[in-house]
C-alpha cells in the first residue's frame, strides 16, 4: 500500500510540472540566462518571467525626446506595458526622489540619471534592486556598479564647444579657458566682454556636476575663482550653453559631446573638442528602485535599454553606446582614444553636496 502512495504521489508531482508552463492557454513563460558583472561572488541566475504588463514610471535626466521615443518602442513590444516618464535635470530628479523615500512613497521603478554619484547615493540608501541585464557583459567593467546594482546605458563627456562663425582659433585644454592671454587673442568684443565662456549649473546638472568635480581634483577651486575673475558665466543646463554658442551669445562654452554632435549634424555654426588635458568620461547609470510594484517589467525594460536595438538607437542621437559591440557614431573617437580626467565616483557621490556649495560660493555669489 506505502508503494503504491508514493507511485502516486510521484506520477502527480510529474503532471504539475508538465502543466506548469500555461495557465488557461494564455500565459506564457521564458526563460533568460543572465551572469553578474565582475566583482560578485554570486553565481548566474535563470530567471523566469511571465507575460508583461502593467505600469512602469521612469524617472530620467536624458533628453525629453529620447526618453519618450525609447518608451514608446518599448510599448510597440510590451503592448500591455505602459511607460510613464518623468524627466528634468538630475538634481530635481533626485529631489523628486529624496521626497519620496522620505514619504515611504517610492513612485519611480527605473532610474536613468547622467552620472553615478546621485545613483551610488541611491545605493547607499538601500533602495536599489540588484539586477543584471542579458547584455551586461558588452559593458565595461567601469561602466557598471561591480555588486550589480547599477549599469551604463550611454557614455557622455564635456567638451569645449566654439561658434565657427566667431572663434577661429579654438581653446584646446581647460586650461585655456582661465588663459587672459588666450582671451585677448579672440575678436572683439569677446577679447574683453564677460560671457566669453558658458558652462552649466551642477546644482542642476549631474553632468556638470560630474565635470566641475573632476575640474576640482586637476586644477583645485582656485580655477573657478580665476574663471569668475575673467567672466565665465553660468546656464542652467548643457542644452542651454550649447545654445548659446550656437546664437554667439557666448561664443565658447562647455557643453556635452553628443549635444555638439547633433547641432553639427543639424548644419549648426559649432563645433566642440575634446580638450588634451582631459575630460570626464561618464558612465550614464541605469537602475531599478527596491519598491517596485513591477520588478518584471522594469527587468524587461532594463534589459530593452541594453539591447542592441535601444544602442543603436542612440548613436543616432550622436550618443556613445554603452555596449562596446555597437560603433559609435561617425567621426567620434574610441573611448580609449579620449583624453580622461579618472573620477572616484563613490569620493564623489559622498562629496554631492560640498561640491556644489563650494561651486556656488565661487561662482553664483
Known amino acids: 500500500m506505502k508503494k503504491f502512495v508514493g507511485l502516486l504521489l510521484i506520477f502527480v508531482l510529474a503532471l504539475s510540472v508538465v502543466g506548469s508552463g500555461c495557465i488557461g492557454g494564455k500565459e506564457e513563460t521564458a526563460t533568460s540566462t543572465t551572469s553578474k558583472p565582475s566583482g560578485t561572488s554570486t553565481p548566474s541566475e535563470t530567471t523566469t518571467t511571465k507575460e508583461?504588463?502593467?505600469t512602469i514610471h521612469f524617472y530620467t535626466s536624458i533628453p525629453k525626446d529620447i526618453a519618450v521615443r525609447i518608451a514608446d518602442e518599448f510599448q510597440k513590444k510590451y503592448p500591455n506595458v505602459k511607460v510613464e516618464v518623468y524627466r528634468s535635470g538630475a538634481s530635481k530628479v533626485m529631489t523628486k526622489l529624496q521626497a519620496e523615500i522620505e514619504a515611504g512613497k517610492i513612485i519611480a521603478d527605473v532610474v536613468w540619471l547622467a552620472d553615478p554619484g546621485n545613483t551610488i547615493y541611491l545605493k547607499s540608501k538601500g533602495?536599489?534592486?540588484k539586477y543584471t541585464p542579458k547584455d551586461a557583459d558588452k559593458v565595461p567593467d567601469f561602466a557598471k556598479d561591480p555588486d550589480g546594482y547599477w549599469i551604463a546605458g550611454r557614455l557622455i563627456a564635456p567638451v569645449i564647444a566654439y561658434n565657427t562663425k566667431i572663434i577661429k582659433n579654438p581653446p584646446k585644454k581647460w586650461s585655456d579657458l582661465i588663459d587672459s592671454n588666450y582671451k585677448s587673442s579672440l575678436p572683439a568684443p569677446w577679447n574683453t566682454a564677460e560671457g566669453w565662456v558658458a558652462i552649466p549649473n551642477p546644482l542642476y546638472s549631474g553632468a556638470a556636476t560630474a565635470w566641475v568635480y573632476g575640474i576640482s581634483q586637476k586644477y583645485g577651486w582656485d580655477y573657478f575663482k580665476n574663471a569668475r575673475k575673467l567672466g565665465m558665466v553660468v546656464l542652467k543646463s548643457n542644452g542651454a550653453v550649447k545654445n548659446a554658442v550656437i546664437e554667439g551669445q557666448d561664443p565658447i562654452g562647455v557643453t556635452l559631446d553628443y549635444m555638439a554632435r547633433q547641432a553639427i549634424s543639424s548644419g549648426a555654426?559649432?563645433?566642440?573638442?575634446y580638450p588634451e588635458d582631459g575630460t570626464v568620461l561618464i558612465p550614464s547609470p541605469i537602475a531599478i528602485m527596491k519598491t517596485t510594484k513591477n520588478p518584471d517589467a522594469a527587468k524587461a525594460f532594463v534589459d530593452f535599454l541594453l539591447s542592441k536595438e535601444v544602442q543603436e538607437l542612440l548613436v543616432q542621437?550622436?550618443?556613445i553606446p554603452a555596449r562596446t559591440d555597437v560603433k559609435p557614431p561617425e567621426?567620434?573617437?574610441?573611448?580609449?582614444d579620449i583624453p580622461k580626467i579618472d573620477i572616484d565616483w563613490q569620493k564623489l557621490s559622498s562629496q554631492l553636496e560640498d561640491i556644489r556649495n563650494k561651486f556656488s560660493e565661487i561662482m553664483l555669489s
Open 317 to 319: 542621437y550622436k550618443i
Open 269 to 273: 555654426p559649432i563645433n566642440y573638442v
Open 127 to 129: 533602495v536599489l534592486m
Open 52 to 54: 508583461i504588463s502593467g
Open 331 to 336: 567621426g567620434t573617437p574610441s573611448v580609449s
